[in-house]
């Protein structure tokens, strides 16, 4: 079956780094990626990696290794506005995304 | 990247009637588009897959003749919560890919919040 496992809770403090893991099995694919979602809101895209290695936008990164089915997001400077739930969305073969139940990641001053 | 609109934000209706949610992508066309629904502190579960000029595909469990998807153009798909019950209140989003940007990214709706009294 198709399986996405994160922590469902976070805490960090304002100006730190988070890193927030992600492990998935899909039936096939295509590609990782990473949304971030405010309560109420639409997701919102961060990232998108397809080969393994590290993936670095200001702040944010993001890394994949395909072969033990394992990623990560990495939040450098957090501010209050990253309190918010990071959802990990790996493709599969049929180009479908698959959501997990993402973490919700609390900042604290 | 690119625009999905979505319409209404929110929306309140009495059971028993029914309501139609737009998805629309502004700058791009769209062949393929994707209705979730979401619950609180959950993940997207994704209902239908609403396909350009034919019927939309949906998931296992999801009542199609409840939830009517019509996808008429290729920048509109409509879906309709037809006599709605309390417990389709839900927030309810709509997803396209920009087959111009690589047709990975998922780019989405505002979403809708749909409260059934």
């Known amino acids: 079956g198709q399986n996405i496992d994160q922590p469902t809770e976070m805490t960090a403090t304002e100006g730190a780094i988070v890193q927030i893991n992600c492990t998935y099995q899909?039936?096939?694919?295509?590609?990782l990626f990473w949304y971030q979602q405010h309560a109420g809101e639409a997701p919102t895209f961060l990232s998108y990696n397809v080969l393994d290695g590290l993936e670095e936008k200001g702040r944010f990164s993001s890394f994949l290794s395909r072969s033990k089915g394992y990623s990560y997001l990495l939040l450098k400077e957090l501010q209050m506005k990253d309190s918010a739930s990071y959802l990990c969305a790996p493709m599969d073969s049929n180009y479908q995304l698959i959501w997990g139940a993402g973490t919700k990641l609390i900042i604290k001053p | 990247g690119a625009v999905v609109s979505q319409h209404p934000s929110r929306v309140i209706c009495k059971s028993g009637t029914s309501v139609k949610i737009e998805c629309r992508s502004l700058d791009f066309q769209a062949t393929t588009m994707f209705w979730y629904r979401q619950f609180p502190k959950k993940s997207l579960m994704l209902m239908a897959t609403?396909?350009?000029?034919?019927?939309?595909?949906?998931e296992q469990g999801v009542e199609k003749d409840k939830f009517l998807i019509n996808h008429a153009s290729l920048t509109l798909s409509t879906l309709t919560v037809t006599s709605a019950h309390p417990e389709d209140s839900s927030f309810y989003i709509c997803?396209?890919?920009?087959?111009?940007?690589?047709?990975?990214?998922?780019?989405f709706g505002q979403g809708t919040r749909l409260t059934v009294v």
């Open positions: 899909t039936s096939g694919f295509n590609g």
């Open positions: 997803s396209a890919r920009d087959p111009g940007q690589g047709d990975t990214e998922a780019f």
């Open positions: 609403s396909n350009e000029g034919s019927k939309a595909t949906y």
